[in-house]
């Protein structure tokens, strides 16, 4: 199994809606990633699990919330977002290997709509 | 991470290879080379990546010059369903996790006409 699956694959929130969206991998890989991207523009990098733990926020705002409940399962909370945060969120993980970084498996992606 | 440059886009026949150039002169030792494609609406996958030798799989070839300033993905036999923009990243090869990112530049736009 290489896959990484992201639900939903769409969602519609309104700006005091609170939200998750969900990401699973069962390849055993530990490093899990959080991606945004906007139309037409590259992936931006949001945040870093490593063994279940935050090792990277790229400066997120705080109405992004990341959780990591196991080394399978990767979380984005949402909450009072604004409409210019609808985005393509992505999901990544990766393992560690010697000699370099391990390949990184994407999912689909979430569409969020702000309205 | 080192800095890389590509062409924003181009063109390839159907059948023939498609070489996609990518500048990365600032590239220190310790820096692979990695190829990620990314398909209208869908996740990035990955192609192929390398350090200082060719690296060839089932998808591409990856020619690295012999300063490590530049690199080129080979597609051998382009097809319709190549069309994708290709993203070229360099990224340390340490296994340490706060140095564990993958960062996206521009890329290519890669359009495969039949």
């Known amino acids: 199994d290489t896959e990484v699956t992201q639900t939903p694959k769409h969602l519609v929130m309104g700006m005091t809606n609170k939200k998750s969206l969900k990401c699973e991998q069962h390849?055993?890989?530990?490093?899990m990633y959080w991606y945004k991207q906007k139309a037409k523009k590259p992936p931006e990098l949001m945040f870093v699990?490593?063994?279940?733990?935050?090792?990277i926020n790229e400066s997120v705002p705080s109405r992004f919330s990341p959780e990591c409940p196991n080394s399978s399962l990767l979380n984005l909370h949402l909450h009072a977002l604004q409409p210019e945060d609808s985005a393509l969120y992505l999901c990544?993980?990766?393992?560690?290997?010697?000699?370099?970084?391990?390949?990184?498996?994407f999912g689909q992606g979430t569409r969020l709509t702000v309205v | 991470d080192a800095k890389t440059t590509q062409p924003t886009s181009m063109d390839c026949a159907e059948g023939r290879a498609a070489n996609l150039p990518c500048n990365h002169s600032?590239?220190?030792?310790?820096?692979?080379v990695y190829w990620y494609r990314q398909i209208h609406s869908q996740g990035p996958q990955y192609i192929i990546h390398g350090l200082k030798n060719n690296e060839t799989n089932e998808m591409a070839s990856l020619i690295i010059t012999e300063d490590r300033k530049s690199s080129t993905l080979i597609l051998p036999h382009a097809t319709l369903r190549d069309t994708a923009v290709y993203y070229c990243?360099?990224?340390?090869?340490?296994?340490?996790?706060?140095?564990?990112?993958?960062?996206f530049g521009k890329g290519t736009l890669l359009t495969v006409n039949p």
């Open positions: 699990y490593s063994y279940e733990k935050l090792s």
């Open positions: 990544a993980s990766s393992q560690y290997i010697t000699g370099g970084p391990g390949e990184a498996f």
């Open positions: 600032t590239i220190s030792g310790n820096e692979y």
């Open positions: 990243i360099v990224r340390v090869g340490d296994s340490g996790g706060s140095n564990y990112k993958l960062t």
């Open positions: 390849m055993g890989h530990r490093a």
